[in-house]
């Protein structure tokens, strides 16, 4: 990652929005904080998901209740899913939480496509 094409990417923006580039730069961080909110709201869907499917497959095999085999492969599948989606999450939630400059600089790379 070249900074020098990402500033200039970033003056570039700046004067088309109109903009000191040092509030365009406040903004982009700004959004970091917005996506650890989203992630945070992935993490407690999936948790949810994850809860339910544990719950319904130990009242199926506690014999509490019964569970046609074919929500019981459904519920296994949804947890063969979220948990590693949860775990993704989390990465991505720890990366913006601990370094958002950081993640701003690879979100603008992403966009102008630098290598």
């Known amino acids: 990652m070249n900074t020098n094409e990402i500033i200039s990417a970033l003056e570039v923006l700046a004067q088309k929005l109109n903009v000191p580039l040092n509030h365009l730069w406040q903004i982009a961080i700004r959004q970091q904080y917005i996506d650890i909110v989203e992630d945070l709201l992935g993490i407690i869907l999936c948790g949810v998901g994850i809860y339910f499917a544990i719950k319904y497959l ?47 600089l690879i979100d603008i790379s992403n966009m102008i496509n630098i290598r």
Not at 74 to 79: C, E, G, T, V
Not at 84 to 103: F, G, L
Request: with cysteine.
């Open 58 to 104: 130990l009242k199926e095999f506690k014999g509490e209740c019964y569970i046609d085999d074919f929500v019981v492969i459904l519920l296994s599948i949804l947890l063969v899913i979220l948990v590693p989606i949860i775990i993704i999450i989390s990465v991505d939630m720890i990366n913006h939480i601990s370094n958002p400059e950081w993640q701003v």
